[in-house]
């Protein structure tokens, strides 16, 4: 069983940077890919930016040149680097990790903009 659990999340000022972390119960390179998703209040869950086993990334355009995902294998951990944080980027952040086809997620972390 692989759990993934988030911290990070907090209240920001927009323009302002938080860096949100992923802890895996499993080495990272074990995942085929890993993903942070978020969902705003009355939105469905979309996704941010992945990263492949390889170390292929991508990244939405909406996020893109602002939010910077990487991993530490060393660490098991997998990080969203979040700069230039708008109103709109608060949501609730999940990260989420395939293993084999099965898709696995953590409990979510709140990422709250605002002056």
């Known amino acids: 069983q692989v759990q993934l659990m988030e911290s990070g999340g907090g209240l920001v000022q927009p323009g302002g940077s938080l860096r949100l972390s992923c802890s895996a119960s499993?080495?990272?390179?074990?995942?085929?890919?890993m993903s942070w998703y978020r969902q705003a209040p009355g939105k469905e869950r979309e996704l941010v930016t992945s990263?492949?086993?390889?170390?292929?990334?991508n990244v939405v355009d909406s996020v893109k040149g602002r939010f910077t995902i990487s991993r530490n294998n060393a660490q098991n951990t997998m990080y969203l680097q979040m700069n230039s944080l708008k109103p709109e980027d608060t949501a609730v952040y999940y990260c989420?990790?395939?293993?084999?086809?099965?898709?696995?997620w953590g409990q979510g972390t709140q990422v709250t903009v605002s002056s």
């Open positions: 989420r990790g395939i293993v084999q086809d099965v898709i696995y």
């Open positions: 499993k080495p990272v390179f074990i995942f085929n890919s």
């Open positions: 990263i492949t086993r390889g170390g292929s990334i």
